[in-house]
Structures are given as structure tokens and as C-alpha cells.
Antibody
Framework: QVTLKESGPVLVKPTETLTLTCTVSGFSLSHPRVGVNWIRQAPGKALEWLGYTFSTDEKSYSASLKNRLTISKDTSNNQVVLRMTNMDPADTATYFC????????????????????WGRGVLVTVSS | QSVLTQPAFVSGSPGQSITISCTGTSTDVGYNLVSWYQQRPGEVPKLIIYEVVKRPSGVSSRFSGSKSGNTALLTISGLQAEDEADYYCFSFAARSTLEVFGGGTKLTVL
């Protein structure tokens, strides 16, 4: 069956870089249009889509965070890695990875449009 | 602030039907690629509707989706206590922002 699992530090200091890993099973990261997304949720707040990787090595990021985000993929190890630089207490949130089984592309922009499987999430606290 | 607008709170009594709206524009909701998620307290979001009207296997038929213009709608019929949760819409967006989750709606079953 399809599973995703996030791993990484639960506490980071302000200005540090966060690195989270999503390990997947039950599907192939090289499948065309299947994507792995990063989504976060600050305590008591709404979901926020951060970005995703799909197809061979395509990536797309939230416009508001793209300068701080890097998503990479290690197909051989079934892992997707999120790096977020210059962490701030406002980045304290539960970080989820989620699968998008397909993407839609229009005018050069590709985006997922639904997420069918989610990891349990990891709560990352940013504090000195 | 989300580009998709949802009411912050909705409530209903057991057995009733409620509808949650998700209002966007022709460059997001207009694409008919809207999905809905249920998130019970302390749980992971769960996909309940995709492509506006489609229901994943295993999701109760009490959940249905529709659209009117640039507003997507989630209707829950025969409201049950277990439906009490936060509900989020999400849409493809054909522009650079890509911040396309709605702000969420808290459903209270009275």
C-alpha cells in the first residue's frame, strides 16, 4: 500500500536551515505526473502548500516561499527532501508530505490539484 | 491570506445538510480541479472530494461536491457527530502564486 513518512529535526534555531525527508513506499517517484508535495500547518492555522516535485525532476514552489525552498528527489532511495533556509519562529508548524497522483499544466505552470495519501507529519519548532 | 475564500465557521444539527463554499476566480476554481479535505482534531487531512465532484473510494456518499461559477461547494447530508472537523478546499491555480488552499471552515455539529 501507499505510505509516506516524514523525518527530521523537531527543533531548529532561528536562521538555521531545516532539512526534512519524506520516505515513500507503494509507488514510484519516477512515475510521470505523480508528485510528492510538502504542506505545512502552523498550530491552529490553515494548511499551506509549499511545493512539490514530480515527473523526472520537475519542481514547483509556493511563490511566497520559493526563495527559501529547495525540494530534491532521491529516486533510488524513494525519498524526497525539503530544505528551507533562514528558519524563523513563524515557520513553526507540522510539516506533511503528501502524494499527488497527477498534475495539471497550463501556460508553463504545473501544479498538483489533489492529494490522496498523506504522511503523519512532523512538528517542527523554531526556537532559540 | 488565501486566494480561496471559505467561511470560517459553519454549524448544523444531526441529520441536517450543510454546505461549505470555496470562492476563487476563473484562474483557479474555474478550472474544475478543486479538491476538499476533512481534518478532524489531531488527525491528518483526508481527501473527500477531487475534481469538484468525484469521491474517492471509501468516502461516504453523504459528501458531495459541486460548483457554481467560481465557487466550489461541499455538501454534507445527514450530518453526524463524526463530521465535526475542519474542511479545506484546494485548487489548481494558473498563475504564479500557487497558494491555493482555502482558509478552512470549522464545522460544528450541534
Amino acid at each position: 500500500q501507499v505510505t509516506l513518512k516524514e523525518s527530521g529535526p523537531v527543533l531548529v534555531k532561528p536562521t538555521e536551515t531545516l532539512t526534512l525527508t519524506c520516505t515513500v513506499s507503494g509507488f514510484s517517484l519516477s512515475h510521470p505526473r505523480v508528485g510528492v508535495n510538502w504542506i505545512r500547518q502552523a498550530p491552529g492555522k490553515a494548511l499551506e502548500w509549499l511545493g512539490y516535485t514530480f515527473s523526472t525532476d520537475e519542481k514547483s514552489y509556493s511563490a511566497s516561499l520559493k526563495n527559501r525552498l529547495t525540494i530534491s528527489k532521491d529516486t533510488s532511495n524513494n525519498q524526497v527532501v525539503l530544505r528551507m533556509t533562514n528558519m524563523d519562529p513563524a515557520d513553526t508548524a507540522t510539516y506533511f508530505c503528501a502524494r499527488s497522483p497527477t498534475s495539471y499544466c497550463s501556460t508553463g505552470v504545473c501544479s498538483p490539484y489533489y492529494f490522496d495519501y498523506w504522511g503523519r507529519g512532523v512538528l517542527v519548532t523554531v526556537s532559540s | 491570506q488565501s486566494v480561496l475564500t471559505q467561511p470560517a465557521f459553519v454549524s448544523g444539527s444531526p441529520g441536517q445538510s450543510i454546505t461549505i463554499s470555496c470562492t476563487g476566480t476563473s484562474t483557479d476554481v474555474g478550472y474544475n480541479l478543486v479538491s476538499w479535505y476533512q481534518q478532524r482534531p489531531g488527525e491528518v487531512p483526508k481527501l473527500i472530494i477531487y475534481e469538484v465532484v468525484k469521491r474517492p473510494s471509501g468516502v461516504s456518499s453523504r459528501f458531495s461536491g459541486s460548483k457554481s461559477g467560481n465557487t466550489a461547494l461541499l455538501t454534507i447530508s445527514g450530518l453526524q457527530a463524526e463530521d465535526e472537523a475542519d474542511y479545506y478546499c484546494f485548487s489548481f491555480a494558473a498563475r504564479s502564486t500557487l497558494e491555493v488552499f482555502g482558509g478552512g471552515t470549522k464545522l460544528t455539529v450541534l
